[in-house]
């Protein structure tokens, strides 16, 4: 069974802290990809990034970085220095199966409120 | 325009009656979703089209939801006789390529229809 939980509801910052997300997944697939979207008021979601079972190197992008472990099935999101702008609702998704239909099992996600 | 588009982007419906929500991919894209998002909840897979071909519908919650993408390009989403329940945000996303690859397949998602059933 696939499985995704964001155990954080919501998080309030004030700009200019870092904060990070937490991802654990749920899988039995050998091969899987794990995604964060953000999702702002207007409902879209955006993408950010896509990660494949096979590659734990972090990856950083800007003031975003996100840090994948397999070993503890955890694949989370840190933004440094946080703008007002970075408020919304951050998604994390697992794709993988047999069929690899790019199916998404989404977490309940995380809402991040920063404040001026 | 560039991205997915959906219409429309907010509908009341009155218990009962039948609703249409319109999906239209980005151009050429193979692969086309379908989901469902509950209010402070994740979106949950409702179906998956590679082409005109609707190759997984395990997640239609009833008969009463019907997808159909006749020529490969948009669909649309109808939900008959509507239920309260049924009360959520219907997104639509697209990607190239008919599954995940190394090299990536982006899915690209619209934004939504708001469903309200009062």
């Known amino acids: 069974a696939q499985k995704v939980t964001q155990a954080q509801t919501e998080i309030s910052v004030v700009e200019k802290e870092d904060v990070t997300l937490d991802c654990v997944y749920e899988?039995?697939?050998?091969?899987?990809?794990l995604f964060w979207y953000k999702q702002p008021p207007s409902g879209e979601l955006v993408f950010l990034i896509r990660?494949?079972?096979?590659?734990?190197q972090n990856e950083i992008s800007g003031r975003y970085s996100w840090n994948f472990q397999k070993s503890t099935s955890s694949f989370n999101f840190t933004i440094t220095a946080s703008q007002v702008v970075d408020s919304a609702v951050y998604f994390c998704a697992l794709s993988g199966g047999i069929d690899n239909f790019n199916k998404f099992y989404f977490g309940s996600g995380t809402k991040l409120n920063v404040k001026p | 325009g560039a991205g997915v588009s959906q219409s429309p982007r907010y509908k009341v419906a009155k218990r009962g009656q039948d609703v249409a929500l319109r999906c239209d991919p980005i151009?050429?894209?193979?692969?086309l979703f379908w989901y469902q998002q509950a209010l402070g909840q994740g979106p949950e897979f409702l179906t998956y089209?590679?082409?005109?071909?609707?190759?997984?519908k395990s997640g239609l919650p009833s008969d009463r939801f019907f997808a159909e993408r006749p020529e490969g390009s948009v669909s649309t989403l109808k939900i008959q006789r509507t239920q309260q329940e049924d009360s959520a945000v219907y997104l639509c996303?697209?990607?190239?390529?008919?599954?995940?690859?190394?090299?990536?397949?982006?899915?690209?998602f619209g934004e939504g229809s708001w469903l309200t059933v009062v």
């Open positions: 151009s050429g894209h193979v692969s």
């Open positions: 899988t039995r697939d050998t091969t899987y990809y």
């Open positions: 089209f590679q082409n005109e071909a609707q190759l997984d």
């Open positions: 990660r494949n079972s096979f590659d734990e």
């Open positions: 996303a697209s990607s190239l390529l008919a599954r995940q690859t190394i090299s990536g397949n982006t899915i690209y």
